[in-house]
T-cell receptor, first 114, second 109 residues
Framework: DADVTQTPRNRITKTGKRIMLECSQT?????MYWYRQDPGLGLRLIYY???????NKGEISDGYSVSRQAQAKFSLSLESAIPNQTALYFC?????????????FGEGSRLTVL | GQNIDQPTEMTATEGAIVQINCTYQ??????LFWYQQHAGEAPTFLSY??LDGLEEKGRFSSFLSRSKGYSYLLLKELQMKDSASYLC??????????WGAGTKLIIKP
């Protein structure tokens, strides 16, 4: 089983619908992140959390919200999906932000908004 | 603004050597990462450089020159399974990762 699990893996929805993407991890890491990936662009950070009581906006947080339900769970919500939120979404975890802090990614959630 | 530049696509031959360059302009520097991403899959960590010089890890090596804002990833003895995108990312002064758009590497027999 993957250490970082995302559900759903694929989702097609309509404009205006509420969508939740879920992420759970078994790595025991405190830090969790949500990124989106679009063709021709680098990964862009949406939100990140350094522990259960900590939530921080990333580069492109507008239109998104998150919830850190437990150390192992971090969910991303689109309250009212729009077509330009069609993208590949990745959850990631890391152990610390100092010396290295390599990211461990989930398998991705492909979202299509019609 | 902050910027990471890498070639969009490169082609190389199985068994050969390829060098993928990355140049960066960021507010501060706290390390540079290379990740590999196969099509439709998650990125996976390849290497980390924080000091100038070459880090070797099997067939893969990564070089950093902080004064030039430059890094490269060197892949030797290319195999078909090396066909993937290679992502360069820099940690800035706030320890935030700035990502390049990635270099798609195509390996031909």
């Amino acid at each position: 089983d993957a250490d970082v699990t995302q559900t759903p893996r694929n989702r097609i929805t309509k404009t205006g619908k509420r969508i939740m993407l879920e992420c759970s991890q078994t790595k025991g890491h405190d830090r969790m992140y949500w990124y989106r990936q679009d063709p021709g662009l680098g990964l862009r950070l949406i939100y990140y959390s350094f522990d259960v009581k900590d939530i921080n906006k990333g580069e492109i947080s507008d239109g998104y919200s998150v919830s850190r339900q437990a150390q192992a769970k971090f969910s991303l919500s689109l309250e009212s999906a729009i077509p330009n939120q069609t993208a590949l979404y990745f959850c990631a975890t890391s152990d610390f932000a100092g010396e290295a802090g390599e990211l461990f990614f989930g398998e991705g959630s492909r979202l299509t908004v019609l | 603004g902050q910027n990471i530049d890498q070639p969009t696509e490169m082609t190389a031959t199985e068994g050969a050597i390829v060098q993928i360059n990355c140049t960066y302009q960021t507010s501060g520097f706290n390390g540079l990462f290379w990740y590999q991403q196969h099509a439709g899959e998650a990125p996976t960590f390849l290497s980390y450089n924080v000091l100038d010089g070459l880090e070797e890890k099997g067939r893969f090596s990564s070089f950093l020159s902080r004064s030039k804002g430059y890094s490269y990833l060197l892949l030797k003895e290319l195999q078909m399974k090396d066909s993937a995108s290679y992502l360069c990312a820099v940690k800035d002064s706030n320890y935030q990762l700035i990502w390049g758009a990635g270099t798609k590497l195509i390996i031909k027999p």
